[in-house]
Each structure stands twice: as structure tokens, then as C-alpha cells.
């Protein structure tokens, strides 16, 4: 039964002392029976059946079908290790239900009372289980496995009810403990311990930015970029909570030299999670950690241009007052157009950032590595779609239209992500030996980069040394291949030439046809020699003619009806006397 694991297996009879692996079997436990996909409600049902079984199998049910009796577990009680995991099991089912209220929360703020209620019954048993192990029934990482548990489930509680100096206070004995066990063990079960330990350490963080550390939001963030998983998720759940308070201060933006109001706090928080982009990205130590971070940005960006839409939605005088002064859009208009242009921006510096790790193992590039999968021109040129489309919409913004700044900006990196995606597009013709389109798209390839640097050197507002440098690498490579793909187009057009002066034509006709010629052919000497063709071919040979009297129609021939009226009357007589005779018979 998948139900029964490591806990009835245990079963030991009495001895001295018993070991207890809290942690190492609820790991196990949780992720067999749904916290693998988050599923609280399914764990707290195992929880509520394995409890049942193992009264049942200690012979330690609480009364009979119809009355309750508690029964308390005491030292004296303690005769099998299966008596110490009921208050571990009682206490797991408690915050599974905690925690499924905590989903359900989002949408029903008064769960949080339910939440905050079964999480104080865990602690109750978890304390209980603490007091168990302190017997000499149990040996001394039982002891330690169990403060541990209790610490972390009473940080817990402290921590929904945002007392954070007593919370941080349980976390830090909690963390404590789980490294000193860790130290103990051997490598396979450290993992699990060193794993509790970086789950704890935002939760300490967290609650010492809310004592009044305000470095611990750096911290929270280096966290969230180097981790993965489910705790990335808790991460962002924390982060988002410290945003809300620092968006309190946060009243208003500045952009294009223009001063808005931000009513909205989510509006708020996410301007301030842009902020705080950059660093992220520069702090992230790969790729995937740096595209996270740009997809959590963007998935904010999504809820924060829905608020705005609908503001725009209730505010019905906003299209009046924007007809009346067409400079200028109304400030609901002009946060939704910058959250826009922070949306198409980062969506561009992601796929740039694409783009470049797919650069990496392009064929014919200096990191080019076989174990990993390649990269086709065609990849690169869909990407660079994607980059046009988005820089497409960008001038066409709603308060853009006559910035000269943006409107010059945007061209510029127009022409250069045509130069990158011209110059793969010629890089796929290549690959399959189509030298001349190969070496037309290199001289447009050409056109667009002088283009584009022309326009870069313009820009003052923003620097532009790396778009430059891009763009002169970029000349550098396109100067070479084009006289590459130049002599290659040369060498396939007089490779034929010369391949047909030497060809010779292979006469395959029988011998009896070609005996004016002389021509040593193997099908002659074989053993089925083609000396004639067998059997013949058939030749047309002249048909007899065919007749047709065609003049029968235009004869008129005598009446012959006299005729045949009086031998039809001489037969009359005649006949009779014949036939009286037998001279009918012939």
C-alpha cells in the first residue's frame, strides 16, 4: 500500500533508546503524499489515516465507535518508537491544514484566523513531542531533531502573527540546530538538513528588514536570483511583501521630465521591483537566473497595466480632458504608457540576453560545444523578429509621438537589429551553398550598419559605446565573409564548366545501330551482348484498302411488281398439282 512507509516499518520492540529522523522522514513523507505539487489537502487526509492505523496497531485508540476518552502520552507509555511519531504526525496534519488555508487566504482573508489557529495547535504537539524526546528513552539527536522542529514550527506561528523579534529568534535556534546536525552526518543526509537551513535563512531576513534592517531586502534579493524551485516561489511572496511597505513612501514617478502621481499601491510596488531589476540581473550568476528575473518583472508588469486599463475604464472624463489638451495625456494615460514602455524594453533586453546565449553555440563560434544542442541562423532570426515587432510599437505609444529623443533612439536600434537579423538571414543562405542571395544580404547588411551608427553617434540622452562596439564587430565579420561568399559563388559556377568539357556520352544503343562508330562498352563482351534489338520493333506496313459503295443510294431501279404478281398466280395451279404428285419434294 503506498501508504505505509518508513514509520510502520520502524517498528522496533522496546529497548533502551530509540532514534528518531524527524526531518529525513517527513522529507520523504511530504513528497510522496502531494507537497511535491503543493497539494496540502492531500497530505492532510495521509496525515488523518496513518494516525488512525498506527492507534490501531499500538492498541492506543481514544475511546470505542460512539464516546471520546483522551488519552495522554507519557514517558512511562513510551514502549515502542511508533508512541513518539503520533504528536509528529498530529503536529504535520495541523500545518498541512494551516498551509492549504493559507492558499485558500489569497481570495478569503478570514481563513487567516482558521490559519493562525491550526498552526497553534502544531506548535502544541510539537512542543509535546519535544518533551518526549527529553526522557532517556531517546538519544541525543532524537533530542536535538525534536527542539529543532519545535523551534521552527513556533517561528512559524510568530511569523504569521508579525512578531518578528520572537520569530527571528525561533528560526535562529532552528537554523542553529539543522547546522549542527548537518556537520554530523554523512553527505547523503546533510543535503536534506543544508536544504532546511536555506529555507529558514529568508524567514530570518525577512523578519530583520521588519525589525529595521533595511539591508536585508539585498539580502532577500541575492536569495531569490541564486535559488530555484519552491523556494524561489516563498521568495517572491516575501520580496512582494517588503515592496508594499516601502511603496507607502513611494507617492509619485518621474518621467521624460514629467512628474505623475501613484495612487495605486500595487503600481507602486511594481515600480519599485523595477528599480530593483538591475541589480538583480548583474547579481545573477547564469543566464536562466537572469531571464527569471526579467519573467517575474514582466508578469508584474502584466497586473500592473491591467490596474491602469481599468482606472482608465472608470475615469470616463479622461478622454474628454485628453481632446481638449492634446499636448498632453491625461496622468492615468501617461503611467500607463511608461509601464507599456518598461513592458516592451525589458521584454527586448530579455530576448537580447536570448539572443546572446544562443550565440554562444552557434556553428563557427569560438565557444561552440557539441555537448550542447546547436544553434541555427534560423533560431537567431526569429528572435530578431520578435525585437522589430516590439520596437515597432514603441514610437506609437500614446504622449511618444512627438518626442524627438525616443523617436530617434528607437531607429537607431530598428536599423541595428535589422543589420543582426539580415546578417543571420545570410548566414542560413550560406548554409546551403546560395552564394548569391548570400552575398546581396551582406552588402545590405552593410547599408544597415552605416545606417545605424550615423544615428547612434546622434543620441546625447542615453550612452551608446556598447551599441557601437556591436556594430563595428558586427562590419568587421560582414567585411570578411562577404568576399568569402564572393569566391565560393565563383568556384561553384566554373566547377560545372569544367566537369562538362570532360564528360563523355555513353551511347547505349545495340551494335547493329552504331557499327560506323567504335566504342568499347562492356555490354558487348558480356555474357547477353547487345548486338540487336529483341525482338524487333514493329514497323507500320500498308493496310488493303476498304470500298464502301456509296453510289447505291442515288440509283432508281425498274418497278418490278408486274412481274411479281403473275408468278405469284402461275404458282397457284402449278403448285398444287406438284404437291398432289410429290413434286413438292426436292
Not at 553527505?187 to 525577512?206: D, T
Not at 500498308?542 to 411488281?561: C, G, M, R
Request: charged share 30%; hydrophobic share 35%.
Amino acid at each position: 500500500m503506498e501508504e505505509d512507509l518508513t514509520l510502520e516499518d520502524s517498528t522496533v520492540p522496546s529497548k533502551s533508546t530509540y532514534t528518531i529522523e524527524i526531518l529525513q522522514i517527513l522529507k520523504e513523507t511530504q513528497q510522496q503524499h502531494g507537497l511535491r505539487h503543493g497539494d496540502y489537502q492531500r497530505y492532510r487526509g495521509y496525515c488523518s489515516r496513518r494516525l488512525r492505523r498506527m492507534r490501531k496497531s499500538l492498541k492506543f485508540l481514544q475511546g470505542k465507535r460512539n464516546k471520546f476518552i483522551k488519552r495522554e502520552i507519557t514517558e512511562e507509555i513510551v514502549t515502542d518508537v511508533r508512541f513518539l511519531y503520533l504528536p509528529l504526525i498530529h503536529s504535520e496534519r495541523a500545518w498541512g491544514h494551516a498551509m492549504q488555508l493559507k492558499q485558500e487566504a489569497n481570495t478569503e482573508p478570514r481563513k487567516r484566523f482558521h490559519l493562525t489557529a491550526r498552526l497553534c495547535k502544531a506548535v502544541k504537539y510539537a512542543e509535546e513531542l519535544e518533551l518526549l524526546s527529553r526522557s532517556a528513552k531517546c538519544d541525543a539527536r532524537s533530542k536535538l531533531e525534536a527542539q529543532a522542529y519545535h523551534a521552527w514550527m513556533r517561528g512559524t506561528l510568530l511569523f504569521e502573527r508579525e512578531k518578528w523579534q520572537e520569530s527571528i529568534e525561533a528560526f535562529t535556534t532552528a537554523k542553529t540546530i539543522y547546522e549542527k546536525l548537518a556537520e554530523a552526518l554523512n553527505e547523503e543526509q546533510r543535503a536534506i538538513y543544508l536544504q532546511r537551513v536555506e529555507e529558514i535563512a529568508p524567514n530570518i531576513r525577512y523578519c530583520a528588514y521588519n525589525i529595521g534592517d533595511e539591508t536585508a531586502i539585498n539580502d532577500l534579493m541575492q536569495m531569490r536570483v541564486k535559488s530555484g524551485g519552491e523556494m524561489s516561489s516563498n521568495l517572491d511572496i516575501l520580496l512582494a511583501q517588503t515592496r508594499e511597505k516601502q511603496a507607502a513612501t513611494l507617492s509619485e514617478v518621474t518621467w521624460r521630465g514629467r512628474t505623475v502621481p501613484v495612487k495605486s499601491e500595487q503600481i507602486r510596488g511594481f515600480f519599485l521591483s523595477v528599480q530593483e531589476t538591475d541589480k538583480e540581473v548583474t547579481a545573477a550568476p547564469d543566464v536562466e537566473s537572469k531571464i527569471s528575473v526579467y519573467e517575474s518583472l514582466l508578469m508584474g508588469c502584466k497586473d500592473a497595466l491591467q490596474i491602469l486599463r481599468d482606472e482608465l475604464k472608470a475615469d470616463g472624463n479622461a478622454k474628454q480632458r485628453t481632446q481638449r489638451a492634446e499636448s498632453q495625456v491625461s496622468g492615468v494615460q501617461y503611467l500607463y504608457t511608461y509601464v507599456t514602455y518598461i513592458r516592451l524594453t525589458k521584454t527586448i533586453e530579455r530576448n537580447m540576453l536570448l539572443a546572446e546565449s544562443l550565440k554562444e553555440n552557434l556553428v563557427g563560434s569560438q565557444t561552440f560545444t557539441e555537448n550542447r544542442k546547436v544553434t541555427k541562423p534560423q533560431d537567431l532570426i526569429r528572435i530578431y523578429d520578435i525585437i522589430l515587432q516590439s520596437l515597432g510599437e514603441l514610437p506609437l505609444l500614446p504622449g511618444l509621438e512627438n518626442d524627438e529623443d525616443i523617436q530617434l533612439e528607437v531607429e537607431a536600434k530598428t536599423l541595428k537589429s535589422k543589420a543582426f537579423r539580415c546578417f543571420y538571414l545570410a548566414r542560413s543562405y550560406a548554409s546551403i551553398k546560395k552564394w548569391r542571395e548570400t552575398s546581396a544580404l551582406y552588402e545590405q547588411v552593410l547599408t544597415y550598419i552605416s545606417g545605424a551608427l550615423e544615428l547612434f553617434k546622434k543620441i546625447r540622452t542615453k550612452p551608446t559605446k556598447t551599441d557601437l562596439k556591436e556594430l563595428q564587430e558586427l562590419l568587421n565579420t560582414v567585411n570578411g565573409l562577404k568576399y568569402s561568399a564572393h569566391a565560393s559563388s565563383i568556384l561553384d559556377t566554373e566547377a560545372p564548366i569544367a566537369g562538362i568539357t570532360n564528360l563523355e556520352i555513353s551511347d547505349n544503343r545495340p551494335l547493329i545501330e552504331r557499327l560506323e562508330k567504335y566504342q568499347e562498352v562492356e555490354s558487348v563482351s558480356s555474357k547477353k551482348p547487345n548486338l540487336v534489338t529483341f525482338p524487333p520493333d514493329f514497323k507500320p506496313t500498308p493496310q488493303k484498302p476498304v470500298f464502301f459503295d456509296i453510289a447505291l443510294n442515288h440509283v432508281d431501279f425498274p418497278s418490278l411488281e408486274e412481274m411479281q404478281e403473275q408468278k405469284k398466280a402461275g404458282a397457284s395451279i402449278g403448285g398444287f398439282l406438284r404437291g398432289w404428285w410429290g413434286g413438292g419434294k426436292k
